[in-house]
T-cell receptor, first 112, second 113 residues
Framework: DQQVKQNSPSLSVQEGRISILNCDYTNSMFDYFLWYKKYPAEGPTFLISISSIKDKNEDGRFTVFLNKSAKHLSLHIVPSQPGDSAVYFCAARLDSARQLTFGSGTQLTVLP | KAGVTQTPRYLIKTRGQQVTLSCSPISGHRSVSWYQQTPGQGLQFLFEYFSETQRNKGNFPGRFSGRQFSNSRSEMNVSTLELGDSALYLC????????????FGDGTRLSIL
């Protein structure tokens, strides 16, 4: 049972444009959501997170939006840069469980 | 500030052997979690330790075990290795406080022959 889903395995965007990565979840008890970026042969790097009491969090070029009624979150990267090319994972956590449940990842390619 | 350090980076074992992986968390972090990443199953939670106590465990067989020391360093052990245990094993640390992210090491790539 996949509780966190990233339905787009890949996404290509032109440099300077906006990248929008999407994530859906099924468990309404998730209370904290995170986005990680992963390069080959490296561990996931934390990008940005959002608590379930908020609907938006911004950090530089990265903004995460949370729509609890739709059980949907998205990561916006503006402007996109070639160095942003990586696999992006969304993750969700139940406070009581303290474990992260990950989506399957989206390969973002930013074209120069 | 040093990140999460995992050793070794690569390991080759044969079926039936056992293996121990090591993780040094970010200084001051008391929570250490372990994850397994495979192409078929993605990133899956193994277990989490906080102040030397296992607080949560994922759906893995008893061959997978771990421990945490008083300095927060953690080890993961897999006994009676199977071909399906070939994976990237990732360790993550956090302060353990609410709404604080986990930070990952670069992992140990375990290959079973």
């Amino acid at each position: 049972d996949q509780q966190v889903k990233q339905n787009s395995p890949s996404l290509s965007v032109q440099e300077g444009r906006i990248s929008i990565l999407n994530c859906d979840y099924t468990n309404s008890m998730f209370d904290y959501f995170l986005w990680y970026k992963k390069y080959p042969a490296e561990g996931p790097t934390f990008l940005i997170s959002i608590s379930s009491i908020k609907d938006k969090n911004e950090d530089g070029r990265f903004t995460v939006f949370l729509n609890k009624s739709a059980k949907h979150l998205s990561l916006h990267i503006v402007p996109s840069q070639p160095g942003d090319s990586a696999v992006y994972f969304c993750a969700a956590r139940l406070d009581s469980a303290r474990q992260l449940t990950f989506g399957s990842g989206t390969q973002l390619t930013v074209l120069p | 500030k040093a990140g999460v350090t995992q050793t070794p980076r690569y390991l080759i074992k044969t079926r039936g052997q056992q293996v121990t992986l090591s993780c040094s968390p970010i200084s001051g972090h008391r929570s250490v979690s372990w994850y397994q990443q495979t192409p078929g199953q993605g990133l899956q939670f193994l277990f989490e330790y906080f102040s030397e106590t296992q607080r949560n465990k994922g759906n893995f067989p008893g061959r997978f075990s771990g421990r945490q020391f008083s300095n927060s360093r953690s080890e993961m052990n897999v006994s009676t290795l199977e071909l399906g245990d070939s994976a990237l094993y990732l360790c993550a640390s956090s302060s353990g406080q609410r709404d604080q992210p986990q930070h990952f090491g670069d992992g140990t790539r375990l290959s079973i022959l």
